[in-house]
């Protein structure tokens, strides 16, 4: 019997060891477990702590180059360097700017800003009935009326009502570059107080020469000679003479319109226009779908398609373009 109960003292003293080993190593790995747990959210929150400390403090010096560098950006307005083609396309400017760089061009053109003898303030522009696309254009972001003018050829926009005229005037302060606009301008400000802007010195991606081709310019070609040209006309040269720099092309006198003419006609010339300045500063009269054309023409001037047969593929293709090209604009100048 005595053997029996010292077995079963053994046993139970056995039993409970295995128990308390257990019982240690379970608590051992539920804190080797907390541990772990510990490390990966002090890891996942240290970036976030470090954010929380650099924003209750100083902004890092990378930070602030860039915000410096965004600041000069939208102050600049212009570049230093106006013949920079890719300096001027990174002004960081926005649609509402190129829109009002494109109006002043047109206002340059085909506008006049006029002050009546009442103190009446109002701005009118004239355009071919074709491209009335275009008032209705400023007449959505400005207000004011479309109505026909001179009969059934040409539409006049008239804007006098005083918030779409303030509006409009905010806009292109400052971009007005024909010298008769900016003295007309000038006494619209004298009345309503506001600071007459100089213009600045133009730039190649300035959406303004859009503009004053849209109203003053003409886009033809010559066909014995396979050339394109791409014009404006104005009476003061000075207006003309910045294409020149920016452009290329030349200016010629136009005695008996006592006006002056910038042409360009070089190939380089026209693709640069065509291929890249139009295209972030697209104009927005029929004169566009014939800048869309110059690729084509090249292309087929260069596969002597105007010497082909007419009744051959190159010949047909070229009737084609043809007579596309000459019914966009029927009273187009040509050479």
């Known amino acids: 019997m005595w053997v029996g109960i010292s ?30 747990t510990l490390t990966l959210f002090i890891s996942a929150i240290t970036p976030s702590l470090k954010q929380y400390t650099s924003f209750r403090g100083e902004i890092p010096a990378n930070e602030i180059t860039l915000v410096d560098k965004e600041v000069s950006t939208n102050n600049s307005g212009s570049t230093n360097n106006p013949d920079s083609k890719e300096s001027s396309n990174n002004s960081g400017k926005g649609k509402n700017d190129k829109f009002n760089e494109w109006l002043a061009g047109i206002i340059d053109g085909d506008g006049c800003f006029q002050l009546s003898k009442k103190g009446y303030a109002s701005l009118e522009i004239v355009i071919q009935l074709r491209d009335k696309k275009i008032l209705y254009l400023i007449k959505q972001k400005y207000g ?14 008239r804007l006098h009502h005083k918030i779409g005229l303030l509006n409009l005037i905010k806009g292109v302060n400052g971009l007005i570059r024909n010298p008769i606009r900016i003295l007309q ?7 309503y107080g506001i600071k007459l802007k100089d213009p ?33 006309s104005q009476k003061n040269r000075f207006m003309l003479d910045a294409l020149v720099k920016l452009y290329g092309g030349q200016i010629y006198p136009m005695v008996k319109q006592e006006a002056f003419k910038w042409t360009c006609f070089r190939k380089e010339e026209i693709l640069s226009l065509a291929n890249d300045f139009f295209k972030i500063n697209p104009c927005r009269s029929k004169k566009l779908t014939r800048l869309t054309m110059v690729n084509r023409f090249y292309e087929l001037r260069q596969l002597h ?31």
């Not at 300035?206 to 014009?231: E, H």
Request: proline share 2%; with cysteine.
């Open 144 to 157: 004011g009326a479309v109505k026909l003018y001179a009969g059934n050829n040409y539409l006049r926009y």
């Open 185 to 191: 301008l000038g006494r619209i400000c004298d009345k």
């Open 7 to 36: 077995e079963a003292i053994r046993l139970l003293s056995t039993y409970s060891s295995l128990r308390m080993k257990y019982l240690i190593f379970t608590v051992f790995k539920y804190f080797i477990t907390l541990i772990e």
């Open 200 to 232: 600045q010195p133009l730039t190649y991606y300035n959406g303004w020469l859009a503009g004053f081709f849209d109203s003053d310019g003409s886009i033809y070609l010559n066909d014995k000679s396979g050339q394109v040209f791409i014009t404006a």
């Open 305 to 335: 398609a105007h010497r082909a047969s007419p009744n051959s593929d190159l010949g047909k293709a070229w009737k084609y373009f043809m007579v596309k090209w000459d019914s966009l604009m029927s009273d187009e100048q040509v050479l």
